[in-house]
């Protein structure tokens, strides 16, 4: 696992890997990480919290980006097929990713109180999609397990009331 979101760290210091990462693969795939594409993935890892399309949209028409929901939208589908972000289904929400370099199936733990989001190994799940592809003779294109729960913090800020 990287960095564990819900213990105190340098968050700037996440924001700058993932930007680093970026970067680092668009010129590896020939693709380009446009001025809207790179402010998307900044907001996505300010603050490990899932954003939604329109939550974003709302801070991009803030800081004079094209208001229009296309935007928004071609901006994580960008991150999405390059891997730099995952999308939480039960929130329809997206987050970053810990390590885009790979496909690999994604789990997540959610805080229910602060909604932070961890990215998990997913091994076993892997294990198991292979399992359920032998077993129907079907193909799993994508993956995705989320737990919620509470977090230390939030336990603890409810011990303390």
């Known amino acids: 696992m990287s960095q564990n979101v819900y213990e105190p760290h340098n968050h700037s210091h996440c ?3 993932a930007i680093d990462r970026a970067r680092s693969l668009c010129e590896q795939r020939g693709a380009r990480l446009t001025k809207v594409r790179l402010r998307v993935l900044e907001l996505i890892w300010q603050s490990h919290k899932p ?3 329109y939550e974003l949209l709302a801070i991009l ?3 004079g980006f094209n208001p229009a929901p296309p935007t928004v939208y071609r901006a994580l589908d960008f991150l999405l097929d390059l891997g730099l972000v995952h999308r939480l289904h039960s929130l329809n929400a997206f987050v970053g990713c810990n390590h885009p370099e790979d496909q690999h199936p994604a789990c997540f733990f959610v ?11 997913a091994d076993k799940l892997q294990a198991l999609s292979r399992q359920v592809e032998e077993l ?10 989320e737990l919620s729960g ?5 336990k603890q800020k409810a011990l303390e009331q």
């Open 51 to 53: 954003m939604g399309a």
């Open 136 to 145: 129907l003779g079907v193909t799993v294109n994508h993956q995705l397990t």
């Open 111 to 121: 805080c229910e109180q602060c909604g932070k989001a961890q990215e998990l190994a």
């Open 61 to 63: 028409a803030q800081e």
């Open 15 to 17: 924001v700058d890997h």
């Open 150 to 154: 509470i977090c230390p913090g939030c």
